[in-house]
């Protein structure tokens, strides 16, 4: 089926007078590829086309897509992205990608930006100073995440992570969220769009976690955009920029329009069975992946079905190995890990011990609120040296 007169009318958006070379050579992947991208896509939610692009740019830093992040650029400064926002793309994704990762990226961003003449360096966007910038970004990090939880966080870390708290609220909040340019709650979903790219199957979760909070303020991320921005973060026209390598074709960059789908989900890809592998000296064989449930409850999210099945869905795949402690979520991570693995599904299970004692792996066992004395799930820590 041909391109529909929407999805014509938003890629001549973005890309005016171009014509897709690949039309010719692969016509019924770019037919249904464009009527995805460009019509049927765009009816899910509610994302103006400058915040789309800027979704996508974000992405495409994350999963390191460096030719199509030069042609989305150029899409994006078509249709009204700025130049100082493109440049708070780029320095919000550093405390998330990694400034070795964003380093060609922001490269490539200023070489775009001189060849449309415009100059640098652009106007300065912070806010701070050295030695202001931990006291704002503390600020700004309770205003996202609320007082308690980050109050939290800091009585709760050992004193040897303690920095990493102090390092936390100065760099990726003092140094980057109190910036302007771009609006909190565009940072967040930006920020979002990026653990998406970088298969964080914890996205949203964790110090900077997303998920609605008692007192949020009304700039908050709604959880319709988050829905939202996952699915409008697929660059909606993958090509190869002009200068790249030549295609397939033997047609220059510039000729070719390289579209194609997005890449397969992890979920789509074969999956391989689990390792298991003999923790020291202890005769116990644990799975090499150990399932984290930190953020299961109060830290990340109250549907304890939704983390019930996480568990379950782990153990199907034959991972023995649940990380949880009871300062988790204030003990609930250790209720629901509790809950999970009632009924006979504790057998074999295996739990890292974490009191007054150093770590050791022992079976679990587990008593909850509908099948034993006790709401919390219990990890016996058999000869344990004291600390």
């Known amino acids: 089926m041909p391109p529909s007169a ?24 770019i037919e249904y590829f464009d009527n995805f991208a460009f ?20 992405s495409l830093i994350a999963c390191q897509a460096l030719s199509e992040y030069r042609v989305m650029l150029g899409a994006a400064l078509t249709v009204g992205v700025t130049s100082v926002e493109v440049k708070e793309i780029v320095y919000q994704a550093v405390p998330y990608v990694g400034m070795g990762k964003v380093f060609d990226f922001l490269h490539a961003t200023n070489d775009v930006l001189a ?7 652009l106007e ?23 007082d308690e939880r980050v109050d939290q966080m800091y009585a709760s870390a050992p004193e040897d992570e303690m920095h990493i708290q102090r390092l936390l609220s100065a760099n990726c909040f003092g140094d980057h969220y109190t910036r302007t340019g771009i609006d909190i709650k565009t940072r967040e979903l930006l920020t979002f769009a990026m653990l998406i790219a970088l298969w ?13 909070q008692r007192g949020q303020r009304p700039w908050r991320a709604a959880r319709h955009d ?7 973060r697929l660059p909606a026209h993958p090509q190869r920029a002009a200068g790249d390598q030549r295609g397939h074709s033997g047609m220059s960059a510039s000729d070719v329009d390289n579209d194609a789908p ?34 299961f409850g109060e830290w990340g999210t109250k549907d304890h079905d939704e983390r019930i099945r996480i568990i379950h869905r782990a153990l199907d795949a034959e991972n023995n190995f649940i990380d949880t402690a009871d300062v988790c979520s204030a003990g609930e991570s250790e209720v629901i890990v509790g809950k999970a693995l009632a ?10 011990a974490r009191s007054t004692c150093r770590w050791a792996m022992t079976p679990t066992n587990v008593a909850t609120r509908g099948g034993g004395s006790s709401p919390r799930s219990r990890t016996r820590c058999a000869g344990c040296r004291p600390t």
Do not use: W
Request: glycine share 10%.
């Open 262 to 295: 997005p890449p397969r989900r992890p979920s789509q890809l074969t999956r391989a069975p689990m390792e298991h592998r003999s923790l020291g000296r202890t005769g116990v064989s644990v799975s090499k992946l150990c399932l984290g449930a930190m953020m």
């Open 343 to 352: 009924g006979g599904k504790r057998d074999n299970v295996y739990s890292p």
């Open 39 to 58: 019509d049927e896509v765009l009816r899910y939610g509610s994302p103006d086309t400058r915040t789309r692009l800027m979704v996508q740019l974000a």
């Open 6 to 29: 929407e999805a014509q009318k938003n890629h001549d958006e973005l890309f005016p007078g171009h014509v897709s070379t690949l039309k010719v050579t692969d016509p019924e992947l």
């Open 124 to 146: 300065g966007q912070s806010t701070t100073t050295p030695e202001a910038r931990a006291e704002k970004g503390l600020a700004v990090q309770k205003e996202i995440v609320g």
């Open 115 to 121: 060849d449309r003449g415009i100059e640098l360096p």
């Open 226 to 232: 988050h829905a939202a921005v996952a699915v409008h």
């Open 200 to 212: 964080v199957r914890t996205a949203g979760q964790g110090p900077c976690r997303r998920q609605p």
